[in-house]
C-alpha cells in the first residue's frame, strides 16, 4: 500500500460521517443560543463591515479595517472551490446538494461568527507589534493551558495546510490554466507567481490586505457578472433551477440513459462536504485574520466575519450551481432542463467552463479562466496570512522569514509538480485543524453567548447613544 492509498484511507475516516456530524451540530447549537443571530443581524452586519461604521473604529486597537479584514478572509476563502467544489458536488450530488450546501453555509455563519469573536477576545501582540490570533490563542488562553496540546495540533497542521492546499495546489492550478487558455509554460508562470507573492508577503499584513481590497471585487465582478449575463439571458429557467433543487434535495434522481441516477444520501454528502471547502466555515481559518481588525468590541469583527460565509456559500456558490443547472451541464446526459449533452469526461473547473462558453461562447471560456487565476492567487496570498500565524505561534516571529521563503519556494514548485500527494496531505491537515476548533467552540459557548448579550445590552446602546447607526436593540 503506497502513501496516496494511505492518506486515502485515513481522509475517508476524518471526513466521514463523524466529523461531518460535529461540524453541522456545532453549526445547529450556535444558531440555537445565539438565537439565530446570523439571521436577525445580517443587514446590521453588513453595514459594519462595507458601511461608515467601520470608519468609527479607526481609533482601536489592531492592525487592519474591518472591511480590509473581510477582504483578506474573501481572498482566502472564494477561489477554486467554488468554481470547481460547486460542479464536483452537482455531478456527484445532483441539484439537491446546493440545497444542503445553504444549509451548512447558513449555520457556518453562527460558526464563522463565533470563530471571529473568540479570535479578537483572546488576541495577543507580538513583538512586531501586530496582532495575533486564531484557534490556537482561544484554545490556550480560553481552555487553560492543559489544552495547549489541542493549540499546537492546531497551529502545526495549519502551517502545513497553507503550504498545500492554500499554496502548491493553487499554483498548479493556475500554471494548468494559463497553459491551456494562453499558451504559457508552466516555469514562466511559477516565475511570475514567485515574484509577486514575494513583493506581497514580505510586505506585511498591511500589504496583503491593501492587495486584497483590490483583487476580491475585481474578481468578484469578473466572474459574477458572467455568472448573472448568464441568468439573465435564461431568465425562463430560473425558477425550474431552483424547483430541481428543492425537489431533489429530498427526492433521488432518476437514472436516464448512461446516467446511473443519484440517490438523496450523496446529495446531502456533497453539499456538505463542499460547502464547507468552499466556505471554511469550523476549520478556524477566519479566526487567523479576525484578530487583526481594528475593533472596540469583539462581537463587530465577529458579525463582519459572518457575512464572508454569506457571501461565498450563499451567492458565488449559487451562482455557480444555477449556471450548472440552468445550462444542463451537471448531467452527462444533457440536464432536466437544457437537453444538451456534453462530453461526460468534463469535471470541476473544466465543466463550470465549458457551461460558461455554451453559452458565452469563447468570452466565456475566457471569464472563468481569468477567474481562476484570480482567485487562485488571491487564495496564495489569504492562506499566507493563515500559515504565518500558525508558524507564529509555534516558532515566535524570529523564524517568519524563513517560513516566508519556504511558502515561496512551494508556490514556485506547485507550478511544474504533480499535487496529487499534497491535495491528500491538504485534505488531512484541513480535518486536523477542524477537530480541535470545534471542540475549542463548544467548550467557549457561554463565552460567545456573553460577549453577544454584552454588546447588544450594553455597549451598542451607548454607542448609539453616541451616534452609532440606527439598529433594534432587541437580543
Known amino acids: ?52 461604521e467601520d470608519s468609527k473604529d479607526a481609533a482601536a486597537e489592531g492592525d487592519v479595517s474591518h472591511f480590509k479584514a473581510l477582504m483578506t478572509a474573501l481572498a482566502a476563502t472564494i477561489g477554486n472551490g467554488n468554481i470547481a467544489g460547486v460542479a464536483t458536488a452537482l455531478t456527484l450530488g445532483g441539484p439537491g446538494s446546493i440545497f444542503w450546501m445553504w444549509i451548512v453555509g447558513l449555520l457556518g455563519m ?64 493556475i500554471a494548468d490554466v494559463t497553459k491551456n487558455s494562453f499558451g504559457m509554460d508552466n516555469w514562466v508562470t511559477g516565475l511570475i507567481l514567485v515574484i509577486l507573492v514575494s513583493v506581497i508577503i514580505f510586505g506585511g499584513i498591511q500589504r496583503i490586505s491593501t492587495v486584497a481590497s483590490f483583487f476580491v471585487p475585481i474578481m468578484a465582478f469578473l466572474y459574477m457578472g458572467g455568472a448573472v449575463l448568464i441568468l439573465i439571458l435564461n431568465y425562463d429557467m430560473i425558477i425550474p433551477a431552483f424547483e430541481l433543487i428543492f425537489n ?31 466556505n471554511e466555515a469550523g476549520l478556524g481559518t477566519a479566526a487567523l485574520i479576525a484578530g487583526n481588525a481594528r475593533a472596540d468590541h469583539p462581537v463587530k469583527q465577529a458579525l463582519v466575519a459572518m457575512t464572508g460565509t454569506f457571501i461565498v456559500t450563499i451567492v458565488v456558490c449559487t451562482m455557480t450551481g444555477l449556471t450548472l443547472i440552468i445550462t444542463g451541464f451537471w448531467d452527462p446526459s444533457g440536464g432536466l432542463i437544457s437537453g444538451v449533452p456534453h462530453d461526460a469526461a468534463l469535471e470541476g473547473g ?47 516571529s524570529k523564524g517568519i522569514a524563513g517560513y516566508r521563503l519556504v511558502y515561496i519556494m512551494a508556490c514556485g514548485i506547485g507550478t511544474v509538480a504533480n499535487l496529487v500527494t499534497v491535495w491528500a496531505f491538504a485534505d488531512m491537515a484541513n480535518a486536523l485543524m477542524m477537530i480541535p476548533n470545534l471542540v475549542a467552540l463548544l467548550l467557549l459557548w457561554k463565552v ?26 432587541d437580543q
Open 1 to 52: 500500500m503506497d502513501i496516496l492509498e494511505i492518506l486515502g484511507k485515513i481522509n475517508k475516516v476524518l471526513w466521514g460521517p463523524p466529523s461531518l456530524i460535529l461540524l453541522f451540530g456545532t453549526g445547529l447549537f450556535l444558531t440555537i443560543v445565539l438565537k439565530g443571530l446570523q439571521f436577525r443581524r445580517l443587514i446590521y452586519a453588513f453595514k459594519i463591515g462595507f458601511g461608515k
Open 110 to 173: 453562527a460558526t464563522k461568527y463565533g470563530e471571529a469573536l473568540l479570535a479578537v477576545k483572546y488576541r495577543v501582540k507580538n513583538d512586531r507589534g501586530e496582532y495575533s490570533s486564531g484557534p490556537m490563542y482561544y484554545i490556550e488562553r480560553g481552555l487553560g493551558r492543559r489544552f495547549k496540546g489541542l493549540a499546537i495540533a492546531f497551529a502545526l497542521f495549519g502551517a502545513f495546510a497553507a503550504l498545500g492546499i492554500g499554496n502548491s495546489v493553487q499554483s498548479n492550478t
Open 248 to 278: 431533489y434535495a429530498f427526492h433521488p434522481v432518476a437514472a436516464a440513459g448512461g446516467f446511473l441516477g443519484i440517490v438523496v444520501s450523496e446529495a446531502i454528502r456533497n453539499g456538505v462536504s463542499r460547502g464547507i471547502f468552499s
Open 350 to 396: 473544466a465543466l463550470t467552463s465549458a457551461a460558461f462558453g455554451s453559452v458565452l461562447g469563447a468570452a466565456g471560456e475566457y471569464i472563468v479562466a481569468l477567474s481562476v487565476i484570480f482567485f487562485g492567487f488571491s487564495t496564495i496570498v489569504g492562506w499566507y496570512v493563515y500559515g504565518e500565524k500558525c508558524f507564529e505561534y509555534l516558532a515566535g
Open 448 to 473: 460567545i453567548v456573553a460577549e453577544t448579550n454584552d454588546y447588544f445590552h450594553h455597549f451598542y446602546k451607548n454607542s448609539k447613544a453616541a451616534g452609532s447607526i440606527n439598529q433594534p436593540t
